[in-house]
Structure formats: structure tokens, C-alpha cells
Nanobody, 124 residues
Framework: QVQLVESGGGLVQAGGSLRLSCAAS????????MGWFRQAPGKEREFVAA????????YYADSVKGRFTISRDNAKNTVYLQMNILTPEDTAVYYC?????????????????WGQGTQVTVSS
């Protein structure tokens, strides 16, 4: 079992930045691929970014490419999402997710463990 706890959300003005963190329990965390998803009000949850177990490989949704950066520190069992040049369209609850099968994908059913989410609100 893996437990995930996100933090770092909040209210920010358009053009600003936030860094989300996802702390994971469990000694096998370093071998999991990890992902970030988000869900805006009235919309389905969508993929944001994923990172391989080593941190060498990453991939992003087109909507955040060039603005968001996913990274990880396996020694700290933590995954990060640095979000820059935020817009009101980035307002959502952000979830981190763990992929023990290392599918390294963009679909929710490829991730087995989920955090409770952290709210990000971007004002115009």
C-alpha cells in the first residue's frame, strides 16, 4: 500500500507560480512511476504530467507543456509539480497518483493509488 499526501495548493494571481508536493509512504515508492492529474469544477479529471521512477523521463499534457515541471526526490519519497505562468484555466483540484506497474501513462486506470487532492485557484 502507498499513501499519498499533496500539499502546496492555494490562491495565486494569474501569471504567478506555485509548487505542489506529494509525499508518499512506502519503501517501494522509488520504483513507481508517478503522475499529476487535475479536476476543474464541472469537468472530468484530466492528466497533467507523469514522471518515470528514475526521474529521467517525463511527459506533459499539451495544455501545461513549457509551464509546468514535474520532478521527484526518491530519497524524500516526494514528487513535485512546479507550476509557472498560471492562468485561471489552471484552477482545479490537483491530485498525485502512483503507478506501481510503471505503465507511465496518461489514463486514470493506469494509476493504483491516489492522494486526496489540493486546491489550486488562479485569479484573473
Amino acid at each position: 500500500q502507498v499513501q499519498l499526501v499533496e500539499s502546496g495548493g492555494g490562491l495565486v494571481q494569474a501569471g504567478g507560480s506555485l509548487r505542489l508536493s506529494c509525499a508518499a509512504s512506502g519503501r517501494t515508492f522509488p520504483i513507481y512511476a508517478m503522475g499529476w492529474f487535475r479536476q476543474a469544477p464541472g469537468k472530468e479529471r484530466e492528466f497533467v504530467a507523469a514522471i518515470s521512477w528514475s526521474g529521467v523521463n517525463t511527459y506533459y499534457a499539451d495544455s501545461v507543456k513549457g509551464r509546468f515541471t514535474i520532478s521527484r526526490d526518491n530519497a524524500k519519497n516526494t514528487v513535485y509539480l512546479q507550476m509557472n505562468i498560471l492562468t485561471p484555466e489552471d484552477t482545479a483540484v490537483y491530485y498525485c497518483a502512483a503507478d506501481p506497474r510503471h505503465i507511465f501513462g496518461r489514463f486514470e486506470n493506469e494509476y493504483d493509488y491516489w492522494g486526496q487532492g489540493t486546491q489550486v485557484t488562479v485569479s484573473s
